[in-house]
């Protein structure tokens, strides 16, 4: 088919997509052409030396490209990973204040000596343009200024030349102390430059703060560090620093460093700053993050970060489907694969990221955004023929691609879904999430429940999640997920007909303020061989086949307590023969006839990709998006509020947590012994607050097979 002409050159950025005839995500290229598909024919820009010259191109998605201006793409050509690129446009207001770089404004730049502070002098071409389709890659001259805020005064030299990726902060004229002085004497004369912010919004502008309202700019900014907003972990917040700079932050702890006598605040800070820590002040250690991104200063010292607070008198606060602005998105008929684990950092992680909050929807967004984020398991479990969806299937497929596409699902998209599930309560009430995975699964979903449980060997009862239910007194003070399970199993007897493919196993936790057990150690590998009906299992002593299990076995401090003990004909009768067993009621076990009693059986086992949790109603998610131990997401539908509950809206927060699994990769012998008070505060609030393990199989992913027939 031929394809049609273009008139109108246009640039543009592959933001996502399977690489293809050419390109590839964060490539940059030039529409040439347009089938009759739609798809575009451009060429494509290359890196090094010749990055300024197109080459052969190919073929692209309209839906898989971000349009760019000659000028942006010039900024983005001069970035030479691809994914600092993606990164970057991850921050558009940072993006487009940089776009909007002049002569003398004040940026802070990445530097092998940390994050300094400069002045640009010059926009520089790089690279030869031999024809009219080439390009220039576009880089900045920055002069430094040194700690007595002055320029320096050295020799001259070369100046330094940075990418837009090296800029992390456009700083506006008006939080710059009055007290700088620059090199000509003149201060008041500069051009204000846009407040960047990083709600990652790809297409949104910043607001434009111009010379007229500079003045305005001063007083709102000395209000804002004057109020009285009380703080709490959680709260975004901005630290003017000793150089004159302001950083912005999340606050991580608050309370008494030693030796301090009035409230501290311990800062994560957006970007690395010299001298900053990774969570310790002193030699204790109140938080984790990366290296030199914690600052500790008095509480006195922060202020809401302005570029989230409306307080301008007479401005109406946006309205959460109106503000912050989000890229449109048509989705295709192709289901968004799960992000690879090589893209979901610069993908996911930071603010105004994941799925917006909205009116007690955190129970649903956790749930969403735990299983379809980044599961190979549940992958296709929403992949229907079109013609037989319904239209909450179709509102789903939209939330998951628009999720692993863009990294974002505005607040409407979620209230349309809760609209179209027909309950008047989903749509203003906070559910469980265990009541709204069997709707989605089975009425949405259409799909048979996941579990098939057999009761004292009757018939078997289909369940969607898995509820633990035992006495407390069974149990020690801090159990693991796989003692609960055991114990839970065993008292009820229950057993599983089959292996699941997924297996959401809710805790003892009854309300929202009841908890069986302050702590839960999650078992990242969850075996569930001896809890299958009808499968050979082997002997807890020796190996062979067992042939009975004894409940009352499984506290037995001598005998491993909390595991299940199954033993052969010889070990059942040695075990009980012992003074203190003599009263245990053995169980005899269906033994398969076909099974050797001394070959090897193998073990089935489940891997755990996200856990929920609750604290004071209010429901979060922790998400395992790769096969690295540290590769651990943290998500918050409704982290902080722009506005006030009538008309603000939710500001989402992903967070990496790497030190999630270096807590995780301890033995349980270890992790039994931990003092959660001393762990960081995401390994405590997964600890302390655990409501539902989620686990899957991933030899046996859920497919088209596990749905029910229309």
């Known amino acids: 088919m031929e394809p049609k002409t273009v008139v109108k050159e246009k640039f543009f950025v592959v933001l996502r997509g399977k690489s293809r005839k050419g390109f590839c995500r964060g490539c940059i290229g030039r529409v040439e052409a347009e089938t009759q598909r739609g798809e575009l024919v451009g060429l494509l820009y290359g890196s090094g030396s ?75 071409q790089i690279g030869r343009k031999d024809h009219k389709d080439d390009l220039h890659m576009l880089g900045f001259e920055v002069e430094f200024v040194d700690s007595d ?50 709600m990652p919004n790809i297409g949104s502008r910043a607001h434009q703060v111009r010379e007229n309202h500079a003045e305005q700019s001063v007083t709102q900014s000395q209000s804002l560090s004057t109020c009285h907003v009380p703080l709490e972990v959680g709260s975004m917040v901005e630290v003017m620093s000793n150089m004159g700079i302001t950083v912005y932050g999340v606050v991580r702890w608050l309370g008494l460093p030693a030796g301090k006598t009035d409230e501290w605040a311990g800062i994560e800070l957006d970007y690395e700053v010299n001298g900053c820590s990774d969570g310790k002040y002193g030699d204790q250690r109140y938080f984790t993050c990366k290296e030199s991104r914690a600052l500790f200063v008095p509480v006195t010292k922060c202020s809401p970060d302005s570029r989230f607070v409306c307080s301008s008198p007479g401005r109406e606060t946006p309205k959460p489907t109106e503000a912050p602005p989000v890229p449109p998105f048509e989705d295709s008929e192709e289901d968004a694969s799960p992000i690879p684990e090589s893209e979901v950092l610069s993908l996911l992680v930071g603010k105004m990221k994941g799925i917006q909050g909205h009116i007690n929807s955190c129970y649903l967004d956790a749930t969403l955004f735990s299983l379809f984020s980044s599961s190979v398991t549940l992958d296709n479990i929403c992949q229907k023929p079109a013609d037989t969806e319904q239209p909450t299937t179709c509102t789903l497929r939209k939330i998951v691609n628009r999720l692993r596409r863009q990294g974002f699902v ?36 259409c799909m048979e429940p996941l579990l098939k449980l057999r009761s004292r060997g009757e018939t078997s009862q289909g369940a969607y999640t898995f509820q633990i239910f035992l006495e407390k007194e069974q149990m020690g003070q801090m159990p693991t997920v796989q003692q609960l399970l055991d114990t839970s199993c065993l008292s009820g007897d229950l057993k599983f007909e089959e292996m699941p493919s997924c297996l959401m196993v809710q805790m003892p936790r009854f309300g929202n303020k009841y908890k069986m057990f302050s702590h839960i150690i999650p078992s990242t590998e969850l075996d569930i061989t001896d809890l299958l009906y009808n499968s050979p299992r082997e002997c807890f002593l020796c190996g062979h086949l067992a042939e009975y299990e004894c409940l009352e076995c499984l506290p037995d401090r001598k005998l491993q307590p909390g595991r299940i003990k199954q ?111 001393h762990t960081p505060e995401l390994v405590r609030r997964l600890l302390c607050d655990s409501y539902m393990f989620l686990y899957q199989n991933p030899a046996t992913p859920l497919s088209k097979s596990n749905h029910q027939e229309p």
């Open 50 to 124: 010749n990055a300024g010259t197109p080459k052969s191109g190919g073929v692209v998605r309209r839906e898989d490209i971000y349009p760019l201006t000659r000028h942006q793409a010039q900024l983005l050509l001069f970035i030479s990973s691809a994914s600092k690129r993606l990164e970057l446009l991850c921050n558009p207001q940072l993006f487009s204040a940089i776009c909007d770089l002049s002569q003398n404004d004040l940026v802070v730049v990445k530097h092998k000596k940390g994050h300094l502070p400069g002045l640009v002098k010059n926009l520089m």
């Open 149 to 198: 805020h002055n320029l320096s005064s050295k020799k001259p030299a070369p100046l330094p030349l940075f990418s837009a990726a090296d800029i992390v902060q456009v700083v506006p004229s008006y939080s710059v102390p009055l007290g700088l002085q620059w090199r000509d004497g003149k201060y008041g004369g500069r051009k204000a430059v846009t407040r960047i912010s990083s």
């Open 410 to 445: 505005p607040a409407d998209s979620v209230m349309n879904f809760r609209k179209q599930l027909g309950c008047d309560t989903f749509q203003t009430e906070e559910k469980d999430p265990e009541e709204f995975i069997t709707v989605l699964f089975q009425e949405v979903l």
């Open 567 to 677: 033993y052969c004909t010889t070990c059942n009768t040695q075990v009980h023969s012992h003074h203190m067993r003599q009263g245990h009621s053995p169980k005899g076990l269906e033994v398969p006839a076909d099974v050797p009693s001394d070959s090897p059986l193998p073990r089935h086992t489940m891997q755990l990709f996200a856990v929920l949790c609750i604290q004071t109603s209010h429901y979060v998610s922790f998400v395992k998006y790769g096969a690295d131990p540290h590769s651990w997401l943290f998500f918050d539908s409704m982290a902080d509020r722009c506005g006030n509950d009538q008309s603000g809206y939710n500001i989402p927060e992903i967070r990496a947590c790497p030190e999630l699994g270096d807590f995780l990769s301890e033995s349980e012998e270890v992790l039994a012994q931990a003092n959660p008070s």
